[in-house]
Each structure stands twice: as C-alpha cells, then as structure tokens.
C-alpha cells in the first residue's frame, strides 16, 4: 500500500478542534459516536453481545492511535473491527484509515464512484473560500484535497444496498458532497449515520465548530461540488424519517427536533442549505 497520502496529510496545517474533541456518547447500545476533533466516526455493535463491531470512517490525520485506544476501550482489549465502511474520501474522513490498516488489515467498503479517489487515481476538487464568510469556509483551500490509495483493501459496496457485516443496515447514496457518498440507515429503529449529506453545526464557522453550536445544516459549503445531487439527497434523507441521526459533523440529534429540523432544511435549503456564490454553485 501506498504511503503518500500520509506525508502530505502530516504536511498541512490543521489548526481545527472542539470541545467535543475525544469524547464518546452512545447513542444507541449498539451505536456509538466518536469525535475526533471536528469530525465524527461511528461504531456500530453491540459490546455487550457479540462484540462485534464496524468502524464508520476513520476521523481525521495522525489519529489512529487514539482511534484504537478509544475502540479498545469501549470494546476490550485487542479489538478489532470486522470492516471499515466509508461514507466519503474527504481528509476528514480517511485521515487515519491507510495507519489502521497497517494495524488491522481489514476489508474496507465504499461506493463505486468514491473508489477513484480511494485508488489513488483522482483528487478532489479543492476548497471553496468563497461559499461563507466562515473561517473554516477560508482556510478550506488549505485543507487536504488529494485522493488516497488503498487499492489493496478497498472494496465496492453490494449493489443491493446490504452492508457486510452490519445485519438490518442499508446504504443510501447520497451524493452531491461527493460523487460516491453515501449514508447508513437502518429502519427498524430509524437511526441514521449521515455523513456529510447534511450535519447539526454550521461547518464554515470556526466559532461554531468549536463550541459545538446545534444546528441543522446541509453539506460542508466549501467541498460540496453538485449542488442539485446534494439537495435531492437530503430530500432522500428526510423521506426516511429517521428517529436519530449522527452526521459527521455536529452532535447527534433525535425525536421532535430532528423532524422538524430536517424538514425546515428541506423546505429552505437554498436560503440554509445552498450557498449564494461560489466556484460549484451553478
């Protein structure tokens, strides 16, 4: 495998955290949210059943160590995860995916369209300044926009929608932040893990993001490319009705106020949702 990635990721610049920065909440008894600085990663499985358990993205660079540390934690020691599923390829989202696989050596699953730039055969477009007076919208073009390659364990998704190794789960694709992306739900309990297809906290804003400000928002502004795929998608989303949801950015959400936070987001999504100019807009 490929190790390139790593000493660009190492090379950037990051200066982004929160005050939910290593702190774990179980949503669910056999759904865990985990923030690593500003992002979210996911653990799905029940410790106190079968201990087994799948890793949902992998937070962001120069975390592994933590990562296992937290998934040892929560699941014994020497835990391993089953598999690694990726909602997107984003920096945030792989930052430490190709050092756990050094450890782990597990399959990991995403969309078709995602695996060019999880193969080392394309880049994401970079950042957009321009989308949000936000100081993360600013700093976006500094970010890390460069696919990765983990060709040798990266595996397309079942086009059936099933999941290996996650019984009861379905993936929805949901693109439009990216071309591949894709969110988890499971509708026995209507519990959903978003992804970036929309998130609870307005990302472009530093001060936000820091504090952990609740708000339903759409897609990262600054990396969302297909503005018309990413609105269908969270009309897609909405349909489902989820009970609970975890985005990747944001704290979890549920009942009353996910409902009609959702809907709001749908009924106004060009005046929340969409930004009013930028390279991707139109």
Same mark, same amino acid.
């Not at 477009?125 to 390659?149: E, R, T, Y």
């Given at each position: 495998?490929?190790?390139?990635?790593?000493?660009?990721?190492?090379?950037?610049?990051?200066?982004?955290?929160?005050?939910?920065?290593?702190?774990?909440?179980?949503?669910?008894?056999?759904?865990?949210?985990?923030?690593?600085?500003?992002?979210?990663?996911?653990?799905?499985?029940?410790?106190?059943?079968?201990?087994?358990?799948v890793?949902?993205?992998?937070?962001?660079?120069?975390?592994?160590?933590?990562?296992?540390?937290?998934?040892?934690?929560?699941?014994?020691?020497?835990?391993?995860?089953k598999?690694? !599923?990726? @909602?997107h /390829? $984003?920096?945030?989202?792989?930052? =430490?995916?190709?050092?756990?696989?050094?450890?782990?050596? %597990?399959?990991?699953?995403?969309?078709?369209?995602?695996?060019?730039?999880?193969?080392?055969?394309r880049d994401?477009?970079?950042?957009?300044?321009?989308?949000?007076?936000?100081?993360?919208?600013?700093?976006?073009?500094?970010?890390?926009?460069?696919?990765?390659?983990?060709?040798?364990?990266?595996?397309?998704?079942?086009?059936?929608?099933?999941?290996?190794?996650?019984?009861?789960w379905?993936? !929805?694709? @949901?693109? /439009? $932040?990216?071309?591949?992306?894709? =969110?988890?739900?499971?509708?026995?309990?209507?519990?959903? %893990?978003?992804?970036?297809?929309?998130?609870?906290?307005?990302?472009?804003?530093?001060?936000?993001?820091?504090?952990?400000?609740?708000?339903?928002?759409?897609?990262?502004?600054?990396?969302?490319?297909?503005?018309?795929?990413?609105?269908?998608?969270?009309?897609?989303?909405?349909?489902?009705?989820?009970?609970?949801?975890?985005?990747?950015?944001?704290?979890?959400?549920?009942?009353?106020?996910?409902?009609?936070?959702?809907?709001?987001?749908?009924?106004?999504?060009?005046?929340?949702?969409?930004?009013?100019?930028?390279?991707?807009?139109?």
């Open positions: 495998m490929e190790h390139n990635q790593d000493s660009k990721f190492e090379e950037t610049f990051l200066p982004m955290t929160s005050v939910g920065n290593g702190v774990g909440m179980a949503v669910l008894p056999d759904v865990y949210c985990y923030t690593d600085k500003i992002v979210n990663l996911v653990l799905v499985g029940d410790p106190n059943k079968s201990g087994e358990f890793l949902i993205d992998t937070g962001m660079p120069k975390s592994a160590e933590k990562i296992m540390e937290m998934i040892q934690e929560h699941f014994g020691e020497r835990a391993i995860p598999a690694i !599923v990726l @909602t /390829g $984003h920096f945030d989202h792989v930052g =430490s995916v190709a050092e756990l696989l050094e450890e782990w050596k %597990i399959p990991v699953y995403a969309h078709e369209l995602e695996l060019p730039f999880l193969t080392g055969q994401y477009p970079p950042g957009d300044p321009n989308v949000d007076s936000g100081l993360v919208a600013k700093l976006s073009p500094m970010f890390p926009n460069h696919g990765i390659n983990i060709s040798d364990y990266v595996h397309v998704l079942p086009a059936d929608g099933t999941i290996p190794n996650m019984p009861n379905k993936w !929805v694709h @949901t693109p /439009g $932040h990216t071309p591949g992306h894709i =969110s988890l739900f499971r509708e026995q309990d209507r519990v959903l %893990i978003a992804g970036d297809a929309f998130v609870t906290v307005k990302q472009e804003s530093l001060y936000k993001v820091m504090t952990q400000t609740q708000e339903i928002s759409g897609p990262p502004k600054y990396y969302t490319t297909d503005w018309e795929a990413a609105f269908e998608s969270v009309k897609k989303l909405e349909a489902l009705k989820p009970q609970v949801v975890v985005t990747g950015h944001g704290l979890p959400m549920g009942g009353e106020e996910l409902a009609e936070s959702l809907w709001y987001l749908v009924e106004h999504f060009d005046e929340i949702g969409r930004p009013k100019s930028g390279r991707y807009v139109n």
